[in-house]
């Protein structure tokens, strides 16, 4: 192991001495998560959708005022802004000044026509500039009319059945109880099983699994480039064995891809906000991701007959498992085998990891992904072991 320290930590200097080490693993994955997150960052953010609507009462009716306890639940909740204005000219004003996106307005004679069965006209006025509010008001108001329609054939049903229509003091009463009653619905929330991560850490940890794959290939092909440039026949010469020369390259792809993605993980954070979550869980993550990725370079490494053949395998191979793996954008969403696919890469697994604990949970919450990683590290890097090994002796 003595050996291999040395060669590690020989390697270790002149790659830091190396322009390409930090181009390729530090300034590239940070301008481009920085990129991402600078074009797309603000669009998910959880306050860039702002549905901002309007509501007109002019009946004053029972019926009319259950919409309006409906959106300021609703606005209660942060899920849209509510706006009440006394006439039409006031919210048409607002709309011009993109005060509200859109409102809905509900005409005198509405409780009235609820109640007797007449037809009844739910109007909603949208900005052009808006469409989202609009849409949202439209099917507001769509299902609060299509509730309507429900209670009129209800009330339809009991005449019916009954001995004609009943008289307006008894349909008052009717009114008054519904009024009093808890309302139907409630707002809760409720964690979901899958966790995404928020904008600005998902591209931060996409591009920094990603070019992870490209660092760690400076360790373990870096046996190719010394065979090829002689210097390994040298090495060999002296008392060391052909598992210390693997070994002191792994080391150096292990030291090179922590460095990296520490560095990365550090910089998102104070540039760009990104949350990673409790930092043991953070780091059994990076762990086992960079054992994982060595171990699947190391298998290039060993396979291919030269290192400019490594490097561009292993080019193809990380930007093909990068792209499966959801490192620039989720894969699966509404397509079930595309989502079981991808956790044939362990990007999705990292990035899952990520996902489970960057919302507050434990560090525990990482182990099932860390344990996938650790899976790919130990079958994968027994594989390169032997290769390498032997490429060493040919």
Avoid: C
């Avoid at 481009?32 to 609507?53: P, R, T």
């Avoid at 099983?193 to 998902?202: E, G, I, P, S, V």
């Avoid at 362990?346 to 990891?353: E, N, Q």
Wanted: proline share 4%.
């Amino acid at each position: 192991m003595g050996s291999a320290t040395r060669i590690a930590g020989k390697d270790l200097k002149l790659r830091l001495r190396d322009r390409s080490f930090f181009i390729m693993g530090i300034i590239t994955p940070l301008a481009l998560a920085y990129i991402f997150h600078l074009v797309f960052g603000n669009a998910f953010a959880a306050d860039s959708l702002e549905l901002e609507v309007g509501l007109v009462d002019l009946d004053g009716s029972q019926v009319s005022q259950s919409l309006g306890e409906v959106l300021s639940a609703m606005d209660s909740e942060g899920i849209l802004v509510l706006s009440e204005f006394d006439d039409v000219t006031a919210a048409e004003a607002a709309v011009e000044s993109a005060e509200v996106g859109a409102f809905i307005l509900l005409d005198a004679g509405l409780g009235e026509a609820a109640a007797t069965g007449r037809p009844f006209t739910i109007q909603v006025v949208g900005d052009v500039d808006s469409p989202t509010s609009t849409q949202v008001a439209s099917s507001i108001a769509s299902e609060f009319g299509s509730a309507v329609e429900r209670a009129q054939l209800s009330l339809a049903t009991a005449v019916g059945l009954g001995q004609g229509q009943p008289p307006p003091e008894e349909l008052a009463a009717w009114g008054q109880e519904a009024a009093q009653r808890p309302p139907s619905f409630t707002f809760t929330d409720v964690s979901a099983d899958t966790r995404q991560l928020d904008a600005n850490t998902f591209f931060a940890a996409g591009m920094a699994v990603f070019f992870l794959f490209f660092t760690v290939q400076f360790g373990v092909v870096g046996i190719l480039e010394e065979k090829q440039g002689g210097t390994m026949a040298r090495l060999l010469a002296a008392p060391i064995s052909h598992a210390s020369v693997v070994a002191g390259k792994a080391i150096l792809s292990f030291a090179l891809g922590v460095i990296s993605m520490t560095v990365l993980m550090v910089a998102t954070h104070f540039l760009m906000d990104a949350q990673w979550g409790p930092p043991l869980g953070v780091a059994l993550l990076v762990v086992t991701g960079v054992l994982a990725a060595t171990a699947i370079m190391g298998v290039i490494a060993g396979a291919a007959t030269s290192a400019d053949g490594a490097a561009n395998l292993g080019a193809i191979i990380a930007v093909t498992l990068g792209m499966l793996g959801g490192t620039f954008f989720p894969i699966g969403q509404g397509n079930e085998f595309l989502a079981r696919l991808s956790y044939l890469t362990p990007h999705a697994w990292f990035m899952r990891g990520l996902a489970d604990i960057s919302g507050g949970a434990e560090w525990t919450a990482a182990l099932p992904a860390a344990g996938a990683l650790l899976l790919f590290s130990v079958v994968l890097g027994a594989v390169a072991w032997a290769l390498l090994q032997r490429k060493l002796g040919t």
